[in-house]
């Protein structure tokens, strides 16, 4: 069973940082990738950002030069740090895990961006 935790969502101003966590706990492969994906009010939940165990990332476009993500692979922790944050990136965040051909998902939190 692997369980996912995420913290850090809120209600910030555009302009502002907000920085999000997920703690992965269970079995779990030492091999593996973990993002972050959005999913805004009556669309799709779409990729953020991700990061392999071996440190290659991918943001989307929408993104890039404003959020980072990073991970602590010992606590298999991922964070993203979100910068110079726009209404659009309102939504509610969900952080995934993909091990031994599975994907995780948390419970998502909620990031909601005021003009």
């Known amino acids: 069973q692997v369980q996912l935790v995420e913290s850090g969502g809120g209600l910030v101003q555009a302009g502002g940082s907000l920085r999000l966590s997920c703690a992965a706990s269970?079995?779990?492969?030492?091999?593996?990738?973990m993002g972050w994906y959005r999913q805004a009010p009556g669309k799709t939940r779409d990729l953020v950002a991700e990061?392999?165990?071996?440190?290659?990332?991918y943001y989307a476009d929408s993104v890039k030069g404003r959020f980072t993500i990073s991970r602590d692979n010992a606590k298999n922790t991922v964070y993203l740090q979100m910068n110079s944050l726009k209404p659009d990136d309102t939504g509610v965040y969900y952080c995934?895990?993909?091990?031994?051909?599975?994907?995780?998902w948390g419970q998502g939190t909620q990031v909601a961006v005021s003009s």
């Open positions: 269970g079995r779990i492969s030492s091999i593996n990738t």
């Open positions: 990061l392999t165990t071996g440190g290659s990332t």
């Open positions: 995934s895990l993909i091990s031994l051909g599975y994907t995780y």
